[in-house]
Nanobody, 124 residues
Framework: QVELVETGGGLVQAGGSLRLSCAAS????????MGWFRQFPGKERVFVAG????????YYGDSVKGRFTISRDNTKNTVYLQMNSLKPEDTAVYYC?????????????????WGQGTQVTVSS
């Protein structure tokens, strides 16, 4: 069991940057594949970025490649999402998630634990 708490959301102008953090409590953080998803109003959650347990593999959704960077610090049980060159269409609730699976299948159903979400709003 792991609990996830996201911080770092807020309001930013287009072209700006934000860094989201996700702090994990509980055992086994280093064994989890971690991911970020986002949810637009009235829509399903969609994959944003993922990182394997030891940080060796990183994966990104097409719409954020080159702008967002996922990283993790296993000594702090924390995963980060650095978001640069933000656009109004990045406005969403961002969720941190943990998967017990080792295979990097970046879909909602493969993630076992979720944070409560943090709102990111990008103004034009």
């Amino acid at each position: 069991q792991v609990e996830l708490v996201e911080t770092g959301g807020g309001l930013v102008q287009a072209g700006g940057s934000l860094r989201l953090s996700c702090a994990a409590s509980g055992r086994g953080f280093t064994s989890y594949l971690m991911g970020w998803f986002r949810q637009f109003p009235g829509k399903e959650r969609v994959f944003v970025a993922g990182v394997q347990s030891l940080g060796g593999g990183r994966y990104y959704g097409d719409s954020v490649k080159g702008r967002f960077t996922i990283s993790r610090d296993n000594t702090k049980n924390t995963v980060y999402l650095q978001m640069n060159s933000l656009k109004p269409e990045d406005t969403a609730v961002y969720y941190c998630a943990a998967s017990r699976g080792s295979t990097p299948v970046m879909i909602v159903e493969r993630f076992d634990f979720w944070g409560q979400g943090t709102q990111v709003t990008v103004s034009s």
